[in-house]
C-alpha cells in the first residue's frame, strides 16, 4: 500500500463521531479551564482586599495600643513629677518601671525655658536646649493637654533618629511648665510586621502622619523614615476617602502593591499596609498552572485516545477483511462481543457444559498468570485450577490433595442459580469471583479484584468504632454497651458500675509542652488504663482527656468500683515520659452503680459526671460515688452563680476598711481593704460566703478589677502616708491582666503607686510559678509593695519569699490566737519573726484582738498589727484617719 493510500485510510478511520466528540471534549476542557482560572483570579484579588483590611486594622489597633501604652506612661509620669517636682527623680523613676528598653530609647523633661532638665541617658556636655524642636513648640499653648507625634528626627543627646512623644507639664500656678518626652525607636511597629510575616513575599507596612511624612516602616528596599512619600495613586485615593485600597508601584520602592490605607479616627496617623503581587497570586498562579497542566494531560489522553481508537479500528477492519475472507459466517455482532470482553476492567472466562474453556478475556489470564498451554479453547476446568493452586498463586496448600478439595468444593456450587465467593490470593489480594449458569451446563464467570475496596471497607468500619488517636472505643460504641449492660441488668438482675474520669492539669501539659506532647500523653494514659481494667470492662475515649469505664461482675458493686478508681488513680499519678521531658498529671473519678443510681445511659452518665464534679470541687485526683444530694448542690451553684452575676453588673458590693498600726507608736499607717456583698435581701454578706464561688467561676476577675478601681478611688484623698492594701487572687494572677488592671487604676484615680500594696497567699502561687514571678516583676516595677498573706499556712513558705520580691510577711491570725498558750504557735510566729529579720522584710501580724496578744507580738518583733483590738472593717464614711494615735481605749 502507498504513503496515501494510508493516509486515506487512516483519514477515514479516524472522522468518526468518537473522534469529533474527543475534539468537542478538548474545546470544552479548555474553555472550563479558562473560566475557572478567571474565577480563582477574582477570588484571589478579592481574598487579597479582605485580608488587607482585616491586617490594616490589626496594624492599626496595634500601633493605636502602643501609642496609647506611652500616652498613658507620660500621664503617670507627669503625675508622679507634678506631686514632688522638687525631689522627682527621672532616672530612677524610669529604671524602677522599666521603662527605657528596646523600644523606648529614653525619656526627657524639657523645662519651660526650652532647655532640657532631666534625661535617662549619659550626656554630659554642655545644656541642651531644645526649645526649637517641634515636640517643644506643640506643647506651648497651656489651654490644650493632648498627645503629641513628632516627624522622625536625631536626639541631640542620643544621636538615634525617632519619634518624640510629648505632653506638657503645667507649673505651680497652673500655666505652662515644661514638657515631657518618650523617645521611641520607629522600630517598634516590626514587631507587628514579623508576628503577622509578610517579609516572606515581600509585603509592607508604613505609618505617615497626616502630612505625609513617614513615620516608620518595614517591608521597604531602603529606608525611607522621615522623608515625605506620598506616591500618586495614595494621593488620588486618599482625596477620594480617607480609608481604602489602591493598586500602585511604590514610589518608596518601585514594587507594585495591593495597598489597603486608613486613617485613624483617634490618632494624627495614617495607616498603610501593602501586599505584592507575588504574594496575591502566589496560589493563583500554583491553581492556574495545575488547571492548565490538568487540562493538557486531558487534552494529551484525548489525542491518544483518538490515535488509540483509530489505530484500534484500523485493526479491527483488517480483522474483519481477514475473517471475512476466511469465513463469512463470523458476523458483526461476534465482533462487537470481542472488543467488549478484551476491554473490560474484570476478567471474564466462560466454560460449557463438559467443563472445557470457550472464551476469556486478557484481564482474567493476566489475573491468574495463564500461560500459553491453557490458554487454548477447550482446556479443562481442573486443569486450569491445578496450575492455579500447585503455582501458590491462592493461599494455602499447594499439594495434590489441596487441588483435590478444591475442585470438590467448586463442583458442589450449584447448577441453576447465580454464586459468588471471594478467594484470597496468597499476596493478601482478594479476588471477587462471581458464576452465572447457562442452560447447557456450562457458566460464565467474571473476577474482580476488591482488595482495596475491602481494606477501605474496614478502616471505616473501625473509625466508625474506635477512637482515632487512642484506639479506644469511642462514644457511640460506649453508648451502645451502657444500653446493652442495661438489658443484661434488666434481665438477669445484676449490676454494672460507670465510671467517668477526666485528666487534672492536662492543659498545663497542652500549654506548656504543646498539642503533639497532649496528644502523646492521651495515647499513654490509655496505654495504662488498658492494663488497669479487666478484658470484659468496657473502655472508652469520650473526647478530649474524658474517659469513661464499664465495670460488670464481681461480689460487691461498690468495692469493686472502689478498688478500680484506686487502682486507676495510682498509675494515671506516675510521672510521664514525652521524649525526655516528664510530666505529671492526676485524674478526677465520678462513680456511678446500676441499677441503684439508674440504668439508661443518660441518666448514669449524668449521675457519674455530678460525681466527677465533686472530686474535682474537694481536691481532685479523687473519686466520688454519686449521692442524691449532689444534684440540688450543684442547682444551688448554678443559681449562687447566677445571682453573683447579677450581683456584680448591679454594682451590689461595697468596700470596708480595717486599720492596720504601727507596733511601736499605735498610729495607724494603713488600712486593709475587705469587700462585702450588701444583698437586697440577706443584707451583709461576708467574703467567705461568696469569694470561693468568684474564684471557681472567673467572676473574681470584674470583680477583683472593681475592688482595686474603688480602693485606689477612695484613698487617694486620705493622708499621704496612710496605705491601702488589696487582696490579690490567684485567679486574677492566671487569667486576669493583672499589671494593665493596676497601671490603669493608678493613672485614673491618680493614686501614688508608694501609698498601693497588693496581698498575695501562699496558695496562689502554687502553679506556673514562673508566669507568676514575671507577673509579680511587673507589678513591683510599679513602684507598689508586695505582701505575703497568710504565711506559714501554705506549702513551700521560704522558696516563695527568695524566688519572690515580697515586701511584707503577714503572720496568719491562727497564729496569733494561739500563740499565748500554744507552744507550737509561738515557735511558728519566732520562726517567721527571724525569717523576716533575716531576710530584712517587714511583719504583720492579723487577728490581734487582746492587749496581751498585742504585748507579745511587740515583745516578739513585729513591726504591723490588725485586728478587732484596734478597729473592725468598717466602710470609708466611718473610717477616722487623721486621728491616727490608736488605742484600746478609744476602739472601746
Known amino acids: 500500500m502507498t504513503f496515501r493510500n494510508k493516509c486515506r485510510v487512516w483519514l477515514r478511520a479516524s472522522l468518526n463521531l468518537v473522534t469529533l466528540a474527543c475534539f468537542v471534549l478538548i474545546a470544552a476542557c479548555w474553555l472550563i479551564a479558562a473560566l475557572v482560572i478567571g474565577v480563582e483570579h477574582d477570588k484571589a484579588v478579592d481574598d487579597a482586599f479582605k485580608r488587607s483590611d482585616s491586617l490594616v486594622q490589626l496594624f492599626e489597633r496595634d500601633t493605636t495600643d502602643i501609642v496609647e501604652r506611652f500616652d498613658r506612661t507620660l500621664l503617670l509620669l507627669r503625675k508622679s513629677f507634678e506631686d514632688d517636682p522638687v525631689h522627682f527623680d527621672l532616672r530612677s523613676w524610669s529604671e524602677r518601671a522599666g521603662l527605657v528598653g528596646d523600644q523606648t530609647q529614653q525619656l526627657t523633661l524639657i523645662g519651660a525655658d526650652g532647655f532640657q532638665s532631666a534625661s535617662t541617658t549619659d550626656y554630659r556636655g554642655p545644656a541642651l536646649y531644645l526649645g526649637d524642636r517641634e515636640h517643644f513648640k506643640a506643647q506651648l499653648d497651656p489651654t490644650v493637654d493632648k498627645l503629641f507625634i513628632s516627624k522622625p528626627l536625631v536626639g541631640r543627646a542620643s544621636k538615634k533618629i525617632s519619634l518624640q512623644f510629648s505632653r506638657q507639664l503645667r507649673g505651680a500656678d497652673g500655666g505652662f511648665g515644661g514638657v515631657i518626652v518618650i523617645s521611641v525607636s520607629p522600630s517598634f511597629i516590626e514587631q507587628f510586621y514579623q508576628t503577622v510575616d509578610l517579609r516572606a513575599n515581600g509585603g509592607s507596612i508604613v505609618l505617615r502622619n497626616l502630612d505625609g511624612v513617614i513615620l516608620a516602616a518595614s517591608g521597604i528596599s531602603f529606608e525611607p523614615i522621615g522623608r515625605h512619600v506620598s506616591p500618586q495613586p495614595f494621593l488620588d485615593a486618599f482625596a477620594r476617602s480617607r480609608s481604602g485600597h489602591y493598586w500602585g508601584g511604590g514610589a518608596i520602592d518601585g514594587v507594585n502593591r495591593l495597598v489597603a490605607y486608613r486613617t485613624s479616627d483617634k490618632l494624627p496617623l495614617v495607616f498603610a499596609l501593602g501586599l505584592t503581587e507575588k504574594d496575591i497570586f502566589r496560589n493563583y498562579e500554583r491553581d492556574r498552572a495545575r488547571y492548565l497542566t490538568t487540562a493538557g494531560i486531558i487534552t494529551l489522553m484525548i489525542l491518544i485516545a483518538i490515535v488509540f481508537t483509530t489505530h484500534r479500528q484500523l485493526r479491527l477492519e483488517r480483522y474483519q477483511e481477514n475473517l471475512e475472507r476466511l469465513n463469512q459466517e463470523i458476523s458483526l455482532q461476534n465482533l462487537r462481543f470481542d472488543a467488549a470482553i478484551e476491554n473490560m476492567a474484570v476478567g471474564l472466562c466462560m466454560f460449557d457444559g463438559q467443563k472445557r474453556l470457550v472464551v476469556w478475556n486478557d484481564r482474567y489470564a493476566e489475573l491468574y498468570r495463564l500461560t500459553q498451554e491453557l490458554l487454548k479453547v477447550g482446556t479443562p476446568h481442573e486443569a486450569i485450577i491445578a496450575d492455579r493452586i500447585s503455582r501458590g498463586i491462592l493461599k494455602g496448600e499447594t499439594s495434590g490433595p489441596a487441588i483435590e478439595t478444591k475442585i470438590a468444593e467448586l463442583g458442589r456450587l450449584p447448577s441453576d442459580a447465580r454464586s459468588s465467593r471471594v478467594d484470597e490470593f496468597a499476596d493478601g489480594r482478594l479476588m471477587l469471583v462471581t458464576r452465572q449458569p ?51 441488668c434488666e434481665r438477669q438482675s445484676g449490676w454494672f458500675t460507670v465510671l467517668l474520669l477526666d485528666l487534672d492539669k492536662f492543659k498545663a501539659v497542652n500549654d506548656t509542652l504543646g498539642h503533639i506532647a497532649g496528644d502523646q500523653l492521651l495515647v499513654e494514659v490509655a496505654r495504662r488504663l488498658k492494663s488497669s481494667v479487666r478484658e470484659s470492662d468496657v473502655l472508652a475515649r469520650l473526647g478530649g482527656d474524658e474517659f469513661a469505664v464499664i465495670q460488670e461482675g464481681g461480689p460487691n458493686q461498690y468495692e469493686g468500683a472502689a478498688a478500680l478508681a484506686l487502682k486507676i488513680i495510682e498509675a494515671i499519678t506516675r510521672p510521664f515520659d514525652l521524649n525526655g521531658r516528664e510530666a505529671m498529671v492526676g485524674t478526677s473519678i465520678g462513680i456511678a452503680l446500676a441499677p441503684e443510681h439508674g440504668k439508661a445511659p443518660g441518666e448514669l452518665l449524668k ?43 448591679r454594682d451590689e458590693f461595697v468596700l470596708h476598711y480595717q486599720p492596720v498600726v504601727d507596733v511601736k507608736t499605735r498610729r495607724l499607717c494603713g488600712v486593709e481593704a475587705l469587700v462585702r456583698w450588701r444583698h437586697p435581701a440577706k443584707g451583709f454578706i461576708p467574703p467567705d460566703q461568696f469569694i470561693p464561688l468568684a474564684e471557681s467561676t472567673g467572676l473574681i476577675v ?45 493613672v485614673e484615680t491618680g493614686l501614688s503607686p508608694g501609698r498601693l500594696e497588693l496581698e498575695i497567699t501562699e496558695t496562689a502561687l502554687l502553679e506556673n510559678q514562673e508566669a507568676h514571678l514575671a507577673t509579680i516583676r511587673q507589678l513591683k516595677n510599679l513602684g507598689i509593695s508586695l505582701a505575703l498573706d497568710d504565711f506559714g499556712t501554705g506549702y513551700s513558705s521560704v522558696n516563695y519569699l527568695t524566688n519572690f520580691p515580697f515586701d511584707k510577711i503577714k503572720i496568719d491570725q491562727s497564729f496569733t490566737r ?65 486621728h491616727t494615735n490608736v488605742s484600746s481605749e478609744m476602739v472601746a
Open 702 to 746: 470584674p470583680l477583683g478589677e472593681w475592688i482595686l478601681r474603688r480602693a485606689c478611688a477612695d484613698a487617694v484623698s486620705w493622708p499621704a502616708d496612710i496605705r491601702v492594701a488589696i487582696n490579690v487572687s490567684a485567679v486574677q494572677i492566671s487569667k486576669g491582666n493583672l499589671h494593665g488592671v493596676v497601671l490603669s487604676a493608678l
Open 607 to 649: 449521675s457519674a459526671d455530678l460525681a466527677l464534679y465533686d472530686a474535682k470541687a474537694n481536691g481532685r485526683n479523687i473519686f466520688r460515688v454519686f449521692r442524691a444530694e449532689m444534684l440540688e448542690a450543684i442547682r444551688s451553684r448554678k443559681a449562687a452563680e447566677s445571682e453573683l452575676r447579677d450581683a456584680i453588673e
Open 438 to 488: 447457562m442452560k447447557d451446563g456450562g457458566w460464565v464467570a467474571t473476577h474482580e479484584d476488591i482488595t482495596e475496596r475491602r481494606r477501605a471497607e474496614a478502616e471505616i468500619a473501625y473509625l466508625a468504632h474506635h477512637d482515632a488517636l487512642t484506639g479506644l472505643a469511642n462514644r457511640a460504641v460506649f453508648i451502645e454497651k451502657l444500653h446493652e449492660a442495661g438489658k443484661r
Open 818 to 882: 494561739g500563740v499565748l498558750h500554744r507552744r507550737d504557735c509561738a515557735a511558728a510566729v519566732s520562726a517567721v519573726l527571724a525569717l523576716a529579720q533575716g531576710l530584712d522584710i517587714v511583719t504583720t501580724a492579723e487577728g490581734v484582738e487582746t492587749e496581751a496578744q498585742f504585748e507579745y507580738m511587740r515583745n516578739a518583733g513585729v513591726n504591723l498589727v490588725q485586728g478587732y483590738l484596734f478597729g473592725r472593717p468598717a466602710p470609708v464614711a466611718q473610717l477616722d484617719l487623721y
